[in-house]
């Protein structure tokens, strides 16, 4: 029994949530199981709700500073250092209300009308939509799918690099939806063919403190360190589940870029309450929290692999090497996105499924959200096996 309790069930309904208040699908009943969106369905850490309460307490909530607090600067390097080995200062921080917010500023002003965006596919949508709103190309980097283990295709990302139009690569590390943690040999690799190239890269690594027990997340900025091609953005939000409080940053070497973003309309006010809650997050009160969350997620992947494998074994599952989001393969059940989310939403399981979702190479998959108490995890999977059976 660990410190804290995973197990808890706390009612989330009526709280405005998006994953349990705005869930739509017409096959779902009124009773049923919400893992699609990717939040957690555990408390925030005290440490972080006692900050917050705190800066309440002073009352007033009006324009916060745009220049970022020490406060702040100070608990973001410790964290990046301590738990990352990112080697950064203040002068290279610049904050946001989202990674794709970020994301929005970085294609607005490193690129230009007509440039190519090279995507790993399958992948997070909101990587891939944007692009268009930008008059940019969307480029699709289909990854190589080896029995569930997903890898770079080496010859396809050479070619479309070496396309001078193609100016900038996306980088989700670790991989969503597939849970892939990168190994030093593949960023290094990538990261030498995109600079051959005069490709800059943007990275994504929001899920980067959530890392299976025997994993190791590498920062791609902590192999070329200071190298203002690369662009990594992250967040509080996924690891200590306050998506709500509408919070990113960014580490850049780039100056222009960095004046750019911190001038833009992505950038935004900060917003107190988020300032005091990544100060309580990363000022070393919660990295016991953090290690014990991971342990219990990796308890949910083990249970998630040992079911299917005794009870659903025509889903190919292999667990994800990070985040909390488990890949499943259902294609061996014959079957369109549409009719598994009939059979699975209307049995009470509301996951997400296919290309609709995951932009492409993802027909007869579907994405399942394990950031929740056992007990939840355990009656999903007997959902989806009564939804399934007979297939």
Same mark, same amino acid.
């Given at each position: 029994?660990?410190?804290?309790?995973?197990?808890?069930?706390?009612?989330?309904?009526?709280?405005?949530? &998006?994953?349990?208040?705005?869930?739509?699908?017409?096959?779902? %009943?009124?009773?049923?199981?919400?893992?699609? @969106?990717?939040?957690?369905?555990?408390?925030?850490?005290?440490?972080?709700?006692?900050?917050? $309460?705190?800066?309440?307490?002073?009352?007033?909530?009006?324009?916060?500073?745009?220049?970022?607090?020490?406060?702040?600067?100070?608990?973001?390097?410790? /964290?990046?250092?301590?738990? =990352?080995?990112?080697?950064?200062?203040?002068?290279?921080?610049?904050?946001?209300?989202?990674?794709?917010?970020?994301?929005?500023?970085?294609?607005?002003?490193?690129?230009?009308?007509?440039?190519?965006?090279?995507?790993?596919?399958?992948? #997070?949508?909101?990587? /891939?939509? %944007?692009? +268009?709103?930008?008059?940019?190309?969307?480029?699709? &980097?289909?990854? @190589?799918?080896?029995?569930?283990?997903?890898?770079?295709?080496?010859?396809? &990302?050479?070619?479309?690099?070496?396309?001078?139009?193609?100016?900038?690569?996306?980088?989700?590390?670790?991989?969503?939806?597939?849970?892939?943690?990168?190994?030093?040999?593949?960023?290094?690799?990538?990261?030498?063919?995109?600079?051959?190239?005069?490709?800059?890269?943007?990275?994504? !690594?929001?899920?980067?403190?959530?890392?299976?027990?025997?994993?190791?997340?590498?920062?791609?900025?902590?192999?070329?360190?200071?190298?203002? $091609?690369?662009?990594?953005?992250? +967040?509080?939000?996924?690891?200590?589940?306050?998506?709500?409080?509408? =919070?990113?940053?960014?580490?850049?070497?780039?100056?222009?870029?960095? *004046?750019?973003?911190?001038? +833009?309309?992505?950038?935004?006010? %900060?917003? %107190?309450? +988020?300032?005091?809650?990544?100060?309580?997050?990363?000022?070393?009160?919660?990295?016991?929290?953090?290690?014990? &969350?991971?342990?219990?997620?990796?308890?949910?992947?083990?249970?998630?692999?040992?079911?299917?494998? !005794?009870?659903?074994?025509?889903?190919?599952?292999?667990?994800?090497?990070?985040? #909390?989001?488990?890949?499943?393969?259902?294609?061996?059940?014959?079957?369109?996105?549409?009719?598994?989310?009939?059979?699975?939403?209307?049995?009470?399981?509301?996951?997400?499924?296919?290309?609709?979702?995951?932009?492409?190479?993802?027909?007869?998959?579907?994405? @399942?959200?394990?950031?929740?108490?056992?007990?939840?995890?355990?009656? *999903?999977?007997?959902?989806?096996?009564?939804?399934?059976?007979?297939?």
């Amino acid at each position: 029994m660990g410190k804290y309790n995973f197990d808890e069930i706390i009612d989330r309904k009526n709280t405005n949530s &998006l994953k349990y208040d705005q869930a739509y699908c017409p096959y779902l %009943p009124e009773k049923y199981i919400p893992m699609w @969106v990717a939040d957690m369905d555990f408390a925030c850490p005290e440490p972080i709700l006692d900050a917050i $309460r705190a800066r309440v307490d002073k009352r007033i909530l009006a324009y916060a500073c745009y220049e970022l607090p020490k406060s702040y600067t100070d608990a973001v390097c410790g /964290w990046l250092k301590r738990r =990352h080995g990112i080697e950064t200062m203040a002068d290279n921080i610049s904050i946001s209300s989202a990674v794709v917010d970020i994301y929005r500023e970085v294609l607005a002003s490193q690129t230009k009308d007509g440039d190519g965006i090279m995507v790993f596919t399958p992948s #997070y949508t909101y990587l /891939w939509n %944007p692009i +268009s709103e930008y008059d940019r190309k969307a480029i699709s &980097l289909s990854l @190589v799918n080896n029995d569930g283990y997903y890898t770079m295709n080496w010859e396809q &990302l050479e070619a479309e690099c070496a396309k001078p139009e193609n100016t900038l690569l996306v980088l989700c590390s670790p991989h969503n939806p597939s849970g892939r943690v990168w190994t030093e040999e593949e960023l290094r690799r990538l990261a030498e063919i995109c600079f051959a190239n005069n490709v800059k890269i943007f990275v994504d !690594e929001i899920h980067h403190d959530l890392i299976r027990r025997d994993k190791k997340m590498i920062s791609l900025t902590t192999l070329y360190p200071q190298d203002p $091609r690369i662009i990594t953005t992250t +967040s509080c939000a996924k690891t200590f589940n306050i998506a709500g409080l509408a =919070h990113a940053y960014v580490i850049t070497y780039d100056p222009e870029f960095k *004046a750019a973003h911190d001038d +833009s309309r992505y950038c935004g006010s %900060p917003n %107190p309450l +988020s300032m005091e809650a990544v100060i309580g997050a990363y000022g070393g009160a919660c990295d016991d929290w953090v290690d014990e &969350l991971c342990e219990y997620l990796d308890g949910n992947f083990d249970y998630l692999e040992k079911f299917l494998s !005794e009870n659903l074994p025509k889903i190919k599952f292999r667990k994800a090497e990070g985040t #909390y989001l488990a890949w499943l393969d259902f294609r061996a059940y014959g079957m369109t996105d549409d009719e598994l989310d009939r059979k699975i939403s209307g049995a009470g399981l509301y996951l997400e499924y296919g290309d609709d979702n995951f932009v492409a190479d993802a027909t007869g998959f579907g994405r @399942v959200n394990l950031g929740c108490p056992r007990s939840v995890v355990v009656e *999903a999977c007997d959902i989806l096996k009564k939804a399934l059976e007979g297939c």
